[in-house]
């Protein structure tokens, strides 16, 4: 079984490729999930880098986290692994810049919210659709209204609706527009003029320096477990938060009973 989460060291060990290797979906499943956090551990401490880049195989760049995962028997231990990976990538000691193409949806999304930059193709379509499967995205609601603002993060975790690249862009959230075709090799290019000349550990302290006054890790710490345990005490045992799932994966419309 081949790696889904594949690393590569760029640019004279300056930059480092964090690649999902599972198209079309790439799907964060809890395997996925653990091989991106194993690789970004292993390249930590690794002194000349100066920048990761998490990319996706395929059209788009993820579909989210495994709906199969999200089976009340699977839930909890889903939910650990996820919120561990993105407290890792928030932390990150160098900044972890996303690069999106086509959908970005669920805990893929999630995932983008902690990352440091966001570039993206104009295709790129940002969605947290949780609510459509009678849960919620926990991340979301905890570090959502910091990146995006209250009043967008909250419309989108309330109705799924979707954020596009131009209008991402014009929130500040996404910070590069990026040619279709190539959008790998034009944020390699965008490193190489920006980030390349630059000592990595001035980029380190900037780094620590930035998050630490952002509120992003305050925010992934106490309001995100606060988020977490509701989820497993009272989304996971109440009759919609299971249906919803059931539904998806029946491939059939959910019958709410609003409880």
């Not at 561990?84 to 972890?96: F, K, N």
Request: proline share 5%.
């Amino acid at each position: 079984m081949g790696s889904l989460a594949r690393a590569e060291l760029l640019e004279e060990e300056r930059l480092l490729r964090v690649t999902m290797n599972a198209p079309k979906g790439n799907i964060l499943s809890q395997r996925m999930m653990g091989e991106i956090s194993s690789v970004l551990s292993e390249h930590r401490d690794h002194r000349p880098l100066r920048l990761v880049l998490l990319t996706a195989e395929g059209e788009h760049f993820s579909f989210g986290a495994s709906i199969e995962e999200h089976r009340r028997e699977h839930a909890p231990a889903m939910l650990g692994t996820f919120h561990a990976l993105v407290r890792t990538i928030a932390a990150y000691p160098v900044p972890i810049a996303a690069v999106i193409r086509g959908q970005c949806l669920g805990g893929a999304f999630e995932v983008v919210l902690a990352c440091h930059l966001v570039f993206a193709t104009s295709s790129a379509r940002f969605a947290c659709p949780e609510v459509k499967l009678g849960v919620f995205p926990a991340v979301l609601a905890a570090i959502g209204p910091l990146r995006l603002g209250q009043a967008v993060s909250e419309r989108m975790l309330l109705t799924g609706e979707s954020l596009d690249a131009e209008t991402a862009q014009r929130l500040g959230f996404v910070g590069r527009l990026l040619v279709a075709d190539s959008p790998e090799s034009e944020a390699i290019s965008w490193f190489r003029e920006v980030m390349a000349p630059l000592s990595a550990f001035a980029i380190r302290q900037a780094t620590k320096a930035s998050r630490r006054a952002s509120g992003l890790l305050q925010a992934l710490q106490i309001p995100l477990s606060q988020a977490e345990r509701q989820y497993v005490e009272e989304l996971l045992p109440s009759r919609d938060g299971n249906e919803g799932i059931a539904a998806f994966l029946e491939r059939r419309k959910p019958l709410w009973q609003d409880r």
